[in-house]
């Protein structure tokens, strides 16, 4: 098993940018695929962000690529999200998520571990 916790949250102007961290503990951290997710009131939990277990494959989702940024420390069991250029449309609760599997998938279901959260809010 893998515990996961985030950090990193908080409230931003439209344009600004946020860093999130995701600090993994127990089964080796480069055995996981890590993800990035979101979830907005109201709404599903969709896909934002993952990388492979050696951080060499990256896949974001079409709204995020460009601004988003996604990077794992497997040394420090650390994965990163760099957020710039945020938007209103951004403000969601992000849930940093690990896969045992050697394969990057997008859909939430796919993930067995998760995070708390970390509430993330752009301001117009």
């Known amino acids: 098993q893998v515990q996961l916790v985030e950090s990193g949250g908080g409230l931003v102007q439209t344009g600004g940018s946020l860093r999130l961290s995701c600090v993994a503990s127990?089964?080796?951290?480069?055995?996981?695929?890590m993800g990035w997710f979101r979830q907005a009131p109201g709404k599903e939990r969709e896909f934002v962000a993952a990388?492979?277990?050696?951080?060499?494959?990256?896949r974001y989702t079409d709204s995020v690529r460009g601004r988003f940024t996604i990077s794992r420390d497997n040394a420090k069991n650390t994965v990163s999200l760099q957020m710039n250029s945020l938007k209103p449309e951004d403000t969601a609760v992000y849930y940093c998520?690990?896969?045992?599997?050697?394969?990057?998938?997008?859909?939430?279901?796919?993930?067995?571990?998760w995070g708390q959260g970390t509430q993330v809010t752009v301001s117009s």
């Open positions: 998520a690990a896969r045992d599997s050697p394969f990057v998938t997008v859909l939430p279901t796919t993930y067995e571990y």
């Open positions: 127990g089964r080796t951290f480069s055995s996981y695929v």
């Open positions: 990388t492979n277990r050696n951080g060499d494959s990256t």
